[in-house]
């Protein structure tokens, strides 16, 4: 059993040795969403501190099991008796000892029973679990958080691509106009609105090109990109009907929650306490043996011509009577702490429950938003395109285009607006369900 946790050590010791060579140095070009949050999962400074506090977790555990193994002292004493001690037998004076006496002791301490070692062998397996599940939960903090990210890019970029079409067409519109008014067709109303419309497009593009390169500054940030490094995302090749679309559970899977098995972990630590507070009472059981070297002499260097050899072996045994009812006191405060537990084990369902049911309404209502705002889009734009060959025929007026363009860019709006929602609505959903799982990443 000890030799396993001495092999576990040495491996640990040499994972944290490579640690630093399974960082990838960039991203790939055009990266996906799954790239990026595998990245992430390596380069994230978060998600490496939460590993090396896995691996310090190993350290600790390995520090109190180590009282299992012998423990090896060597101690050494040397004394100058000023006035040599002395003792009366019958009614003489006789000196015990020398002027100068050494020694030199080797002990080697062995525990055989010990309720605080034997607690740390019980726990240090819940204790790499909890560890693990640390890391874990701070992982699938940074699925959602990237992928939230990467969504609002691809949407920014979406409206980047709309607003610049909607210059080109303003811009010919503001052609036209001019033109019309330049032969006397129409007043100057006309191309004065085209010109507002088009410098309020162009303020949006301004805009929405700053934003837009905050948010990557953003998203570099969350996976690990240092400031001047440079990223590409392959938002082209993004399937947004396929992102969208989620198969609904009726109901959470509670046992699916990283923050579930969390708590289930803590449960069974502080079971284990409880455990080793009665346990506490047990005697205090260990052996030591030894084997030293005197010598004694009246001066310094004859004291070393004659070498006694002594050695010793025996056990040691304590037991506490009464402490003040110290252990008592421990133990019942460990047995309140179980059942807080408990009762934080009925909270946190009920909030999983509520925080599913509250995901589950956002996300069917923000589906249903994306699915009218798509169909509304569709319909402003053939509305538009129908009105402008009326204007172009001279059927409408331009301030009915103008209508139309602007039900056109409202109805762009409002898409790319429930676009977003629905897909951030969506990991929000995944992880009220406990479908986020970094395993399913390649790390």
């Not at 905050?214 to 969350?222: H, P, S, T």
């Not at 056990?315 to 934080?344: P, Y």
Request: net charge negative; glycine share 4%.
């Amino acid at each position: 059993m000890r030799l396993k946790y001495l092999v576990f050590a040495l491996v640990v010791v040499f994972q944290q040795s490579l640690s630093a060579e399974e960082h990838q140095a960039s991203l790939p070009e055009q990266a996906t969403l799954e790239e990026c949050i595998s990245f992430a999962l390596k380069n994230r400074a978060s998600v490496n501190i939460a590993l090396i506090d896995e691996e310090i977790g190993e350290r600790e555990i390995a520090s109190s099991l180590s009282g299992w193994f012998p423990s090896l002292n060597v101690a050494s004493s040397y004394n100058y008796n000023i006035k040599v001690p002395s003792a009366i037998i019958g009614d003489q004076v006789i000196s015990m000892g020398k002027k100068n006496v050494s020694g030199l002791t080797i002990q080697a301490d062995q525990q055989i029973l010990n309720p605080q070692l034997i607690q740390a062998s019980k726990s240090a397996k819940e204790f790499r679990k909890l560890n693990a599940q640390n890391t874990e939960y701070n992982k699938i903090n940074t699925i959602v958080e990237v992928s939230k990210a990467y969504y609002d890019i691809l949407t920014s970029n979406k409206q980047l691509e709309i607003i610049t079409a909607n210059i080109e067409r303003i811009q010919k519109q503001l052609d036209d106009a001019t033109a019309r008014y330049e032969v006397g067709l129409v007043d100057q109303t006309d191309f004065k609105r085209a010109r507002i419309a088009l410098r309020n497009s162009q303020v949006d593009l301004k805009r929405t090109q700053e934003l837009l390169q905050y948010k990557y500054e953003y998203i570099k940030e969350l996976i690990g990109l240092k400031a001047g490094d440079k990223i590409s995302l392959s938002l082209e090749d993004t399937d947004v009907d396929g992102e969208v679309l989620l198969d609904i559970q009726d109901y959470a899977q509670t046992e699916n929650r990283i923050e579930y098995q969390l708590l289930q972990t803590q449960q069974r630590l502080q079971k284990l306490n409880t455990k080793f507070n009665k346990a506490a009472y047990m005697p205090v059981v260990s052996a030591f043996a030894n084997y030293g070297w005197d010598w004694r002499g009246d001066s310094f260097g004859d004291q070393f011509d004659i070498t006694t050899p002594r050695s010793v072996f025996g056990l040691n045994f304590s037991f506490n009577i009464f402490d003040g009812n110290r252990k008592l006191q421990s133990l019942r405060k460990s047995q309140l702490m179980e059942t807080r537990l408990d009762w934080d084990m009925i909270q946190l369902k009920n909030q999983i429950n509520t925080e599913y049911q509250l995901a589950k309404a956002m996300y069917n209502s923000n589906a249903n938003e994306w699915a009218i705002a798509k169909e509304n889009l569709d319909m402003s734009q053939e509305i538009y395109d129908v009105i402008k060959l009326q204007y172009d025929s001279g059927v409408k007026t331009y301030l009915e285009l103008m209508t139309a363009d602007t039900d056109l860019k409202t109805s762009q709006i409002n898409y790319l607006n429930a676009l977003f929602a629905v897909l951030s609505s969506k990991i929000d959903l995944q992880r009220a369900l406990g479908e986020i799982n970094p395993t399913t990443y390649n790390q």
